[in-house]
């Protein structure tokens, strides 16, 4: 495993960013819990606007962090790389995605006690409103939600956190640490999707921070994930 961590972030600069914009995270997150609290479903212009928000407060605070530290958009990991070496890479991510999340559910099924049917069925009407969404918006939307969530979660969040669990580049162990922290906030901010897609994204989260440090880049997992985005978009408009 790559374990690079950029050496131009320091611990304190890179708890900081980790703490502020995951603040803000965790502010979006419930405001939009307490906004959708009386509604069985989100509809497909709460899902509009809520990516558009949520996307651009999120960005627009990593870009505030980057700006008032004087640190370089490069070190969120995006690096120039053969299209095809991304593309592979990024595919077999995507496959590595899918089994982790097919494992996740079937635990999750076994330790809740309930029929994998019922909990399935509870994700598809907690997404019902992305069956309702435009044709026109289902590519757009996947491919920018793929986007800025690898931005923030492996780009900004692996590459912060592991600066600051340890001043060494290659500490394994914090590039682990980072991983499954890293996981947890992505985890989070899909909590509108049913404790199920919890457990899925969790799973998933780990897969493409494995991928974002064994590749030292974070292009694969943006490919990885629009595509997962755009299946399961194109899967809901189809039920």
Not at 195 to 203: D, H, I, K
């Amino acid at each position: 495993m790559s374990t690079t961590a950029p050496a131009s972030t320091s611990r304190a600069k890179a708890a900081l960013q980790v703490l502020v914009v995951a603040a803000i995270l965790l502010a979006l997150i419930t405001l939009g819990q307490a906004a959708g609290r009386d509604a069985r479903a989100l509809s497909s212009r709460d899902i509009a606007q809520g990516v558009a928000l949520g996307g651009g407060v999120l960005l627009g605070s990593v870009a505030v962090m980057l700006a008032v530290l004087r640190e370089p958009w490069s070190t969120l990991g995006f690096r120039r790389e053969a299209p095809s070496a991304v593309l592979t890479s990024g595919l077999l991510g995507l496959v590595a995605c899918y089994l982790a999340a097919g494992v996740g559910a079937a635990v999750y099924a076994l330790v809740a006690g309930l029929a994998p049917e019922r909990l399935a069925a509870e994700k598809t009407a907690a997404l019902g409103g992305f069956s309702e969404l435009p044709p026109a918006l289902v590519l757009p939307l996947a491919l920018f939600t793929g986007m800025y969530e690898e931005l923030v979660f492996r780009g900004f969040f692996v590459s912060r956190l592991r600066a600051a669990l340890s001043p060494r580049p290659h500490d394994r162990s914090a590039a682990i640490g980072a991983i499954v922290l890293s996981s947890a906030l992505f985890a989070a901010g899909h909590f509108y999707q049913s404790m199920l897609g919890v457990v899925q994204t969790f799973a998933i989260g780990l897969v493409l921070g494995t991928l974002a440090v064994r590749r030292n880049n974070v292009w694969p997992c943006v490919v990885a994930h629009s595509i997962i985005n755009l299946i399961g978009m194109i899967a809901l408009r189809s039920i």
